[in-house]
């Protein structure tokens, strides 16, 4: 075992016990180098990422590769989701050097941590024009041993030009109609037509942008907004994507065609678009929609939930195949033989139509990932339903991929906010009580006395890294949602506290946002970054909640803060609105109001409140805040003065400092919050 037994994160579990003597990233290694006169390997992954796992059994298994790196290095192992501050300064250095990016992530440091040679997967042997992992050893090693004034004018100067990178923030006004609309034309020119989403292969699920475009439809009527966000949905869920046996998403798609995944499942990818589809059936009545957004929740609940009550990062793309080696997607294809033999050949015949399974296969070695293909013919939805069961059956039998057990703060708010709207959207208290669930393991383990967060746990451990701006913003935003859903205003509360944080740790003076607190651990640059990547990015996501807090509470810092922080969606979003649209999004909720829904009752039983506390949180106005509860309740700032209408529940909704007249009538309520 090496220095990584003992640690919380699954990914550096999975190196304890390689030959390299691992260090987790810590003042002592770099001092260790510093003593020792060597430089650094900073190898950075995550635990579902195949290419990780392939370079690890071929390098650092290896006993030969680990003594050459133990001699003449001091090897530091990441995870890049317990450090996303570590993997987000080193890779805006390997992206301005190499022009890509991506994991495993190899770079070479001095002792004061500053880079100097930068790669992602090397190979054993020299392949494709690649060298060998061994040869970039030796070649970095030679280098340090000989030209060491060259490396250190290197490291220096790269950490100069990213010292010069921050962010300028331009007039930091929010953006108007007239970016918005760029946006939306920007989107239109990169759309899919054919097939849905947007650009080429490879195809990530655009959640966020779906959000801003179902967000600016409710908002302005644009069919065309709607248009892309279903089509893109219905693509994507009839796609090999999309589990069609056991619901959720993988990571992405190779093709353009959304056919074949990189089949690791995220939690943040799933609780993303379990939201982004009980979204789109509020605003279509979709029945595709609502079915994917059931069967995604069910998924996470299912197969992501912790004894804890929180929530899995994720599911791995590999698994044993049956013969003994781990081989990705083999938990999830299938041959047109392993059809017959659970189904009988019947009924593998209808499965095979169904589900798009060939004989030649869509995928490797003759096998299928399954679809649901558009086509004319009609099936008998009670057969489907029995075929569908007995192969999730028989599935269930094979060796199922490892999960990542680290449950990360941001992406269990997210997750937190898709269960509790989908829950309350169906009718189904199960997923609201798992979002409750979820939300209290935060409390309990990941805040400290001065509500700081923690950035992950473990079996029950909170780990030692302390949270970024996404934690903070992604949970007050599931706590903002839950708040709305359950009509319990300590969600409210919470969600204050962690924005307070974001105030005064995480903002400057001029308004900008940083992913790190200001008392944080001082790396060469302090990452900064609003452009969304597989998540929503801590900005834009600290904007939406900040807004969200401030409709809730009038609180004057709170909303300016969000405002501010949108100015630099006004300045990317008609540029490069694929990589902004919760900004986007957030700035539709800007621009609609938001809305505040205050909904009393004579007390929270009372049927006709819940009616029409029900049809509140079905309202399509962009980023709506739904405030419920008893009159005279101080539950929420939004029910204040609130007095029941002729002794019966009553909605109040208010927009920009006015109010319409309050109302008991359901219908009334919904034309108030849907145009």
Not at 19 to 43: C, I, K, M, Q, T
Not at 635 to 659: H, Q, S, W
């Given at each position: 075992?090496?220095?990584?037994?003992?640690?919380?994160?699954?990914?550096?579990?999975?190196?304890?016990?390689?030959?390299?003597?691992?260090?987790?990233?810590?003042?002592?290694?770099?001092?260790?180098?510093?003593?020792?006169?060597?430089?650094?390997?900073?190898?950075?992954?995550?635990?579902?990422?195949?290419?990780?796992?392939?370079?690890?059994?071929?390098?650092?298994?290896?006993?030969?590769?680990?003594?050459?790196?133990?001699?003449?290095?001091?090897?530091?192992?990441?995870?890049?989701?317990?450090?996303?501050?570590?993997?987000?300064?080193?890779?805006?250095?390997?992206?301005?050097?190499?022009?890509?990016?991506?994991?495993?992530?190899?770079?070479?440091?001095?002792?004061?941590?500053?880079?100097?040679?930068?790669?992602?997967?090397?190979?054993?042997?020299?392949?494709?024009?690649?060298?060998?992992?061994?040869?970039?050893?030796?070649?970095?090693?030679?280098?340090?041993?000989?030209?060491?004034?060259?490396?250190?004018?290197?490291?220096?100067?790269?950490?100069?030009?990213?010292?010069?990178?921050?962010?300028?923030?331009?007039?930091?006004?929010?953006?108007?109609?007239?970016?918005?609309?760029?946006?939306?034309?920007?989107?239109?020119?990169?759309?899919?037509?054919?097939?849905?989403?947007?650009?080429?292969?490879?195809?990530?699920?655009?959640?966020?942008?779906?959000?801003?475009?179902?967000?600016?439809?409710?908002r302005t009527g644009a069919e065309g907004a709607l248009q892309m966000a279903r089509d893109t949905c219905e693509r994507m869920a009839r796609g090999?994507?999309?589990?069609?046996?056991?619901?959720?998403?993988?990571?992405?798609?190779?093709?353009?065609?959304?056919?074949?995944?990189?089949?690791?499942?995220?939690?943040?990818?799933?609780?993303?678009?379990?939201?982004?589809?009980?979204?789109?059936?509020?605003?279509?009545?979709?029945?595709?929609?609502?079915?994917?957004?059931?069967?995604?929740?069910?998924?996470?609940?299912?197969?992501?939930?912790?004894?804890?009550?929180?929530?899995?990062?994720?599911?791995?793309?590999?698994?044993?195949?049956?013969?003994?080696?781990?081989?990705?997607?083999?938990?999830?294809?299938?041959?047109?033989?392993?059809?017959?033999?659970?189904?009988?050949?019947?009924?593998?015949?209808?499965?095979?139509?169904?589900?798009?399974?060939?004989?030649?296969?869509?995928?490797?070695?003759?096998?299928?990932?399954?679809?649901?293909?558009?086509?004319?013919?009609?099936?008998?939805?009670?057969?489907?339903?029995?075929?569908?069961?007995?192969?999730?059956?028989?599935?269930?039998?094979?060796?199922?991929?490892?999960?990542?057990?680290?449950?990360?703060?941001?992406?269990?708010?997210?997750?937190?906010?898709?269960?509790?709207?989908?829950?309350?959207?169906?009718?189904?208290?199960?997923?609201?009580?798992?979002?409750?669930?979820?939300?209290?393991?935060?409390?309990?383990?990941?805040?400290?006395?001065?509500?700081?967060?923690?950035?992950?746990?473990?079996?029950?451990?909170?780990?030692?890294?302390?949270?970024?701006?996404?934690?903070?913003?992604?949970?007050?935003?599931?706590?903002?949602?839950?708040?709305?859903?359950?009509?319990?205003?300590?969600?409210?509360?919470?969600?204050?506290?962690?924005?307070?944080?974001?105030?005064?740790?995480?903002?400057?003076?001029?308004?900008?946002?940083?992913?790190?607190?200001?008392?944080?651990?001082?790396?060469?640059?302090?990452?900064?970054?609003?452009?969304?990547?597989?998540?929503?990015?801590?900005?834009?996501?600290?904007?939406?909640?900040?807004?969200?807090?401030?409709?809730?509470?009038?609180?004057?810092?709170?909303?300016?803060?969000?405002?501010?922080?949108?100015?630099?969606?006004?300045?990317?979003?008609?540029?490069?609105?694929?990589?902004?649209?919760?900004?986007?999004?957030?700035?539709?909720?800007?621009?609609?109001?938001?809305?505040?829904?205050?909904?009393?009752?004579?007390?929270?039983?009372?049927?006709?409140?819940?009616?029409?506390?029900?049809?509140?949180?079905?309202?399509?106005?962009?980023?709506?805040?739904?405030?419920?509860?008893?009159?005279?309740?101080?539950?929420?700032?939004?029910?204040?003065?609130?007095?029941?209408?002729?002794?019966?529940?009553?909605?109040?909704?208010?927009?920009?400092?006015?109010?319409?007249?309050?109302?008991?009538?359901?219908?009334?309520?919904?034309?108030?919050?849907?145009?």
């Amino acid at each position: 075992m090496n220095r990584l037994a003992g640690v919380t994160s699954p990914y550096l579990l999975q190196h304890a016990d390689n030959p390299v003597d691992w260090w987790p990233w810590e003042p002592e290694a770099f001092e260790e180098a510093r003593r020792r006169d060597v430089p650094v390997l900073l190898s950075v992954g995550y635990s579902a990422c195949h290419w990780c796992h392939v370079m690890a059994h071929e390098s650092f298994e290896d006993e030969a590769t680990a003594a050459y790196l133990n001699s003449h290095f001091v090897s530091v192992k990441v995870d890049r989701e317990e450090r996303p501050d570590v993997d987000a300064v080193y890779m805006e250095a390997v992206q301005a050097a190499t022009g890509q990016g991506g994991w495993p992530m190899t770079v070479f440091l001095t002792p004061d941590a500053e880079p100097f040679y930068f790669g992602t997967y090397f190979p054993p042997e020299p392949r494709h024009g690649m060298p060998s992992f061994r040869q970039v050893l030796q070649g970095v090693q030679q280098a340090w041993a000989e030209r060491r004034d060259e490396v250190t004018e290197v490291a220096g100067k790269i950490v100069r030009d990213l010292a010069g990178r921050d962010i300028s923030y331009g007039d930091a006004q929010a953006p108007g109609e007239e970016q918005l609309g760029q946006a939306l034309l920007g989107l239109t020119r990169e759309y899919d037509e054919q097939r849905g989403g947007f650009g080429g292969a490879p195809k990530f699920p655009p959640s966020m942008a779906v959000e801003f475009l179902l967000r600016h439809h409710a908002r302005t009527g644009a069919e065309g907004a709607l248009q892309m966000a279903r089509d893109t949905c219905e693509r994507m869920a009839r796609g090999g994507i999309y589990d069609q046996l056991g619901g959720g998403f993988a990571r992405y798609s190779v093709d353009r065609e959304w056919v074949v995944p990189h089949f690791e499942k995220m939690l943040y990818d799933n609780a993303l678009l379990c939201r982004v589809y009980a979204h789109l059936w509020r605003a279509t009545g979709s029945d595709l929609a609502r079915r994917v957004a059931l069967e995604t929740a069910d998924f996470m609940v299912r197969e992501l939930r912790t004894a804890e009550g929180g929530f899995a990062s994720a599911l791995d793309a590999d698994s044993d195949d049956g013969t003994g080696r781990h081989v990705e997607g083999a938990y999830y294809v299938w041959t047109p033989a392993q059809l017959t033999e659970v189904l009988g050949a019947e009924d593998a015949g209808l499965a095979a139509q169904y589900f798009g399974v060939t004989e030649e296969g869509t995928f490797e070695h003759g096998a299928s990932v399954l679809q649901l293909p558009q086509q004319e013919s009609v099936f008998d939805a009670a057969r489907i339903a029995s075929v569908r069961e007995r192969l999730l059956a028989a599935r269930d039998g094979r060796a199922a991929p490892g999960r990542d057990d680290k449950v990360v703060a941001a992406w269990n708010g997210l997750a937190i906010a898709a269960l509790a709207e989908t829950g309350a959207y169906f009718e189904r208290p199960d997923l609201v009580e798992a979002a409750v669930a979820a939300a209290d393991l935060l409390v309990r383990l990941h805040l400290d006395e001065q509500v700081r967060l923690a950035r992950t746990s473990k079996d029950g451990r909170a780990g030692a890294n302390a949270g970024v701006l996404e934690d903070y913003a992604d949970v007050a935003e599931g706590f903002l949602a839950l708040a709305s859903v359950t009509g319990e205003g300590v969600w409210l509360d919470f969600a204050g506290f962690l924005l307070d944080h974001v105030l005064t740790r995480f903002t400057d003076a001029s308004g900008s946002l940083y992913d790190t607190a200001s008392d944080a651990e001082h790396l060469i640059r302090r990452p900064q970054d609003p452009t969304d990547n597989a998540t929503p990015s801590g900005w834009s996501a600290a904007a939406n909640a900040l807004l969200s807090y401030a409709a809730h509470t009038g609180s004057e810092p709170h909303r300016t803060a969000a405002e501010h922080a949108l100015g630099v969606v006004k300045a990317l979003g008609p540029r490069v609105p694929r990589f902004v649209g919760w900004g986007l999004a957030a700035a539709e909720a800007l621009l609609d109001g938001p809305r505040e829904v205050a909904v009393v009752g004579p007390d929270a039983a009372d049927a006709a409140a819940r009616g029409l506390h029900r049809t509140a949180l079905l309202g399509t106005a962009p980023g709506a805040v739904v405030a419920f509860g008893a009159e005279g309740s101080d539950e929420f700032p939004l029910l204040a003065d609130r007095p029941l209408v002729g002794g019966a529940a009553a909605a109040y909704v208010c927009r920009n400092f006015t109010c319409d007249a309050p109302t008991t009538d359901p219908e009334r309520l919904r034309a108030a919050l849907n145009g």
